[in-house]
């Protein structure tokens, strides 16, 4: 099945940088499949998961205002990998971060998430 892994979170202090890794892999036998889009999403504790950047397949760059000038969305269409450079973290910045993938089989477009790798940041 096609999984995406994070990687990279930890502790950090307020001003202090991390960077993650999304790896999606997919099984030998799903050969046709492509990842389109991707993103990252985060999860502070008592509210709902956001939007904190999008990339899709072409490179094309969203970023949610809060993050913007600070972090940095990346991907390495070769090893079907994203990447988020947060520098400057906040203490606002602390939540559980989450892979997003847009994963085309063939005609048909699953989405997939992954298990989430927690970022916490310090005054």
């Known amino acids: 099945q096609v999984q995406l892994v994070e990687s990279g979170g930890g502790l950090a202090q307020a001003g202090g940088s991390l960077r993650l890794s999304c790896a999606v892999s997919?099984?030998?036998?799903?050969?046709?499949?492509?990842?389109?889009?991707m993103a990252w999403y985060r999860q502070a504790p008592e509210k709902k998961r956001d939007l904190v950047a999008r990339?899709?397949?072409?490179?094309?760059?969203t970023y949610a205002e809060p993050v913007k000038g600070r972090f940095a969305i990346s991907r390495d269409n070769a090893r079907n990998t994203m990447y988020l450079q947060m520098n400057s973290l906040k203490p606002e910045d602390t939540a559980v971060y989450y892979c997003?993938?847009?994963?085309?089989?063939?005609?048909?477009?699953?989405?997939?998430w992954g298990q989430g790798t927690q970022v916490t940041v310090s005054s």
């Open positions: 997919m099984p030998a036998n799903i050969i046709t499949s492509s990842v389109n889009d």
């Open positions: 990339i899709s397949s072409d490179g094309s760059i």
């Open positions: 997003y993938s847009e994963v085309r089989h063939g005609v048909v477009q699953e989405d997939y």
